[in-house]
């Protein structure tokens, strides 16, 4: 049993920053591509930005020189960092993780999603 858990989320104002972290708990055997995406009311959900096991990333346009996705392996974490937040940031963040488990299978797994809400 794997399990993704997001943390961070909340309310903040127009300029503002938060941090999102999710961690990824149970029969891991390794973990490779890691991402957040998000999802606003009425919306598709979209992919933020991913981040491989060696550290490379990409980010969709609309967030590229605000946020940042970064890992760290040793405690099975992927975070975002969320700079200069505008209203239109404002969705459900998903964390998605690819994991081998412990009998080999490579599975995708997501995580429940936190609430983002940028607003004066």
């Known amino acids: 049993q794997v399990q993704l858990v997001e943390s961070g989320g909340g309310l903040v104002q127009p300029g503002g920053s938060l941090r999102l972290s999710c961690a990824a708990s149970?029969?891991?055997?390794?973990?490779?591509?890691m991402g957040w995406y998000r999802q606003a009311p009425g919306k598709q959900r979209e992919l933020v930005a991913g981040?491989?096991?060696?550290?490379?990333?990409k980010y969709a346009d609309s967030v590229k020189g605000r946020f940042t996705i970064s890992r760290d392996n040793a405690k099975n974490t992927v975070y975002l960092q969320t700079n200069s937040l505008q209203g239109e940031d404002t969705a459900v963040y998903y964390c998605?993780?690819?994991?081998?488990?412990?009998?080999?299978?490579?599975?995708?797994?997501w995580g429940q999603g936190i609430q983002v809400t940028v607003s004066s």
């Open positions: 998605r993780a690819l994991i081998q488990i412990m009998d080999g299978a490579e599975n995708d797994y």
């Open positions: 149970g029969s891991i055997f390794s973990i490779n591509a």
């Open positions: 981040i491989t096991v060696s550290g490379d990333t």
